[in-house]
């Protein structure tokens, strides 16, 4: 079975416990930035352990495109290949 990277990426994600403020005025939902720092995308898996270290915890590369996820303290680094598709605050940290 072939998902598309934004769809493998949505279930990789589910699992996880994710923190964000979520805030809902007059009907409308929005959520509050992070000042947490973390990997942008595009970064490499090189760039990211060069500049926040090892990570905690690597989950191994599923699907097609491969899928990698590097579990730090304050955040999760969701990987496409070798390069960061999103880097989300987690509630671990």
């Known amino acids: 079975m072939s998902y598309r990277p934004a769809v493998l990426t949505a279930l990789i994600l589910a699992a996880t416990p994710l923190a964000a403020e979520t805030l809902a005025i007059d ?4 959520v509050r930035e992070s000042n947490v720092e973390r ?6 898996m090189r760039q990211v352990e060069g500049r926040f270290g090892a990570p905690a915890n690597i989950r191994a590369a599923v699907g ?3 899928i990698t996820r590097w579990e730090y303290a304050g ?19």
């Open 27 to 30: 009907g409308q939902v929005s």
């Open 64 to 66: 097609q495109p491969p």
């Open 39 to 44: 990997p942008t995308r595009g970064m490499t």
């Open 75 to 93: 955040f999760i680094v969701v990987f496409e290949h070798d390069r960061v598709l999103h880097a989300v605050v987690s509630g671990a940290g």
